[in-house]
C-alpha cells in the first residue's frame, strides 16, 4: 500500500514538474513521518513525527498528534525545551 502511494506521488511530480506533493512520503518503513523544515546551517531539514507532548505535575500530555499514533521515541532539542 505504501509504495503504491510512493510511486503515485512520484508521478504526480514528475507529470507536474514539481519537487513538492501534499503529505508527501520520505520513508517507506516509517510512511507517518514527516519532513520538518527548521533553517539551521547543519540541517535545513529535520524529519520526524510533529507532536507537542507538555509535563504537568509530572504527567505527560499529548497535546496534538497528527498521525493517528503515539511515537515510538520522543526527541527534542535544546532550544524548543528552553523555557
Same mark, same amino acid.
Request: glycine content about 6%.
Given at each position: 500500500?505504501?509504495?503504491?502511494?510512493?510511486?503515485?506521488?512520484?508521478? %504526480?511530480?514528475?507529470? =507536474?514538474?514539481?519537487?513538492r506533493v501534499? $503529505? @508527501? *512520503?520520505?520513508?517507506?518503513?516509517?510512511?507517518?513521518?514527516?519532513?520538518?523544515?527548521?533553517?539551521?546551517?547543519?540541517?535545513?531539514v %529535520?524529519?520526524?513525527? =510533529?507532536?507537542?507532548?507538555?509535563m504537568i $505535575? @509530572? *504527567?505527560?500530555?499529548?497535546?496534538?498528534?497528527?498521525?493517528?499514533?503515539?511515537?515510538?521515541?520522543?526527541?527534542?532539542?535544546?532550544?524548543?525545551?528552553?523555557?
Open positions: 500500500m505504501v509504495t503504491n502511494k510512493v510511486f503515485k506521488q512520484q508521478k %504526480e511530480m514528475y507529470d =507536474k514538474r514539481t519537487h501534499d $503529505d @508527501g *512520503i520520505v520513508s517507506i518503513n516509517q510512511p507517518h513521518v514527516r519532513p520538518i523544515v527548521r533553517g539551521k546551517s547543519q540541517a535545513k %529535520e524529519f520526524g513525527s =510533529k507532536i507537542h507532548v507538555s $505535575d @509530572g *504527567i505527560s500530555l499529548l497535546d496534538e498528534i497528527r498521525f493517528g499514533h503515539y511515537p515510538k521515541e520522543v526527541l527534542a532539542d535544546q532550544i524548543y525545551c528552553a523555557s
